[in-house]
């Protein structure tokens, strides 16, 4: 079926808890696809605040990055509502398209790497 296109400013407007869309996929496995995560979100085994970070924006990257696995892609499949208006070409060449997220993935790693110091701090001082 003729799935619709959406540009990334359409994308951007969902970003909230209750209506959450997505951009996933790269030109390697089928293109960037929109996915209406909203249903989903409660049921993320990463909680629902890791959807929402990336919520109304292309996060391929950070998809990619955490390694989901084959269940999770498929998971994925019965919410996806379209397409990426002109593929991934619109979002590498206007970093500004990112909904004002552009950091998200970074405060993301900030704060693992915060978790693990205070862990490693932690552990150094408790034996």
């Not at 619709?4 to 790269?26: F, K, Q, S």
């Not at 989903?40 to 990336?54: A, Q, S, Y």
């Not at 269940?71 to 004002?100: C, F, H, N, W």
Request: charged share 20%.
């Amino acid at each position: 079926p003729n799935m619709p296109e959406y540009t990334l400013e359409e994308v951007a407007e969902h970003n909230t808890r209750e209506d959450c869309w997505i951009v996933v996929g790269n030109e390697s496995n089928g293109g960037p696809k929109v996915y209406d995560v909203t249903s989903f979100l409660d049921d993320h085994p990463g909680g629902p605040e890791v959807v929402l970070d990336n919520a109304g924006r292309y996060c391929d990257d950070e998809f990619e990055d955490i390694g989901h696995s084959t269940d999770a892609r498929d998971q994925l499949k019965p919410l996806e509502i379209g397409t990426l208006k002109g593929g991934v070409g619109t979002v590498k060449s206007s970093p500004s398209s990112s909904g004002g997220n552009a950091n998200a993935g970074n405060n993301t790693l900030l704060y693992i790497a915060a978790i693990v110091v205070a862990v490693a701090v932690f552990l150094k001082f408790s034996s």
